[in-house]
């Protein structure tokens, strides 16, 4: 039998972990729901408020952990040097919202509810909030597992849902161009996109559409 | 820039690693490296003569054999 490597002791710690995840992400996700709820209520008919929640896989978990090393490989000299419960994101929660003039009314109400989190906001090139996002652990339901929440406009974040696996984590199988240094193109097309889309909100907030008849 | 002069002396950026290596003159450097050093350091290892033999990896925490290894093995 070949003998064990980190990433297999890595493995067994996942499976050992996912129960106490899945109970974080279910209960992140009901506090997010309850605390979002008067909010919702509230939206006009052309405003959206999506709550998604997912458990970070197993090989991703994996391939995560490993890129956090320097040289983004484990040492074999360190076996079981190495744990999950490093990682910020296990569980985690996504909030989209439309318009983004309603992202920080939903980013001021959860930050309010979760004041022990620490916030760690993706930004963009040039340092502005891209969305807001928190890590921190759900004591009632597990003492081990951390976790991250995010609050973003709706259209980076349906964005990022199709170029994150594509891009920017690409995965051993996908075709995706695995040298960033050679995807420089790849990586103007991406901020021109993200721009585009925080122009058409900001534009669409111009319209003001409180004044329109939306029916 | 450091990525850039990386990359005019042909240097590649390894995604996955998350290094910059070139396979003729076998160096690879970690992001953490290029990130933490300045220009100048960066660019003094780049000319630094290695004699070519085995791989030669900057790391700001200097790789284990394990780890020269595998890196060796992913980068062929």
Not at chain 1, 9 to 37: C, K, Q, S
Not at chain 1, 115 to 140: E, F, M, T
Request: aromatic letters at 10%.
């Amino acid at each position: 039998m070949p003998p064990r490597t980190n990433e297999d002791m890595i493995r067994e710690e996942y499976f050992d972990l996912l129960p106490d995840v899945r109970r974080v992400v279910w209960y992140l996700e009901a506090e997010i729901r309850y605390h979002t709820r008067q909010i919702l209520q509230r939206l006009k008919p052309y405003e959206q408020l999506i709550i998604k929640s997912r458990v970070k896989d197993c090989e991703s978990a994996v391939r995560s952990l490993r890129r956090r090393q320097e040289g983004g490989t484990f040492d074999p000299e360190k076996l079981g040097g190495y744990s999950l419960l490093r990682l910020p994101d296990l569980a985690g929660v996504r909030v989209l919202v439309f318009p983004r003039g309603r992202v920080n009314e939903v980013n001021s109400e959860l930050s309010a509810q979760f004041v022990h989190w620490s916030s760690d906001p993706v930004l963009d090139g040039r340092g502005a909030v891209l969305a807001n996002k928190y890590i921190g652990k759900c004591l009632q339901v597990s003492t081990k597992i951390q976790a991250e929440y995010q609050v973003l406009p709706m259209l980076i974040g349906l964005y990022w849902e199709v170029e994150h696996p594509a891009i920017y984590k690409p995965v051993p199988a996908a075709k995706a161009p695995k040298d960033k240094a050679s995807s420089g193109p790849m990586e103007k097309l991406d901020a021109s996109v993200v721009e585009a889309l925080l122009n058409f909100e900001a534009e669409f907030e111009c319209l003001k559409l409180d004044e329109l008849e939306v029916p | 820039m450091k990525k850039d002069v990386l990359l005019k002396a042909d240097y590649r950026y390894n995604f996955d690693r998350d290094i910059y290596f070139n396979r003729k003159v076998k160096k690879a450097f970690s992001l953490e490296f290029v990130d933490d050093k300045p220009e100048e350091e960066i660019l003094r290892r780049i000319g630094e003569n290695t004699n070519g033999g085995g791989w030669t990896f900057y790391f700001n925490s200097p790789p284990s054999e394990g780890v020269k290894r595998e890196l060796e093995r992913v980068l062929g």
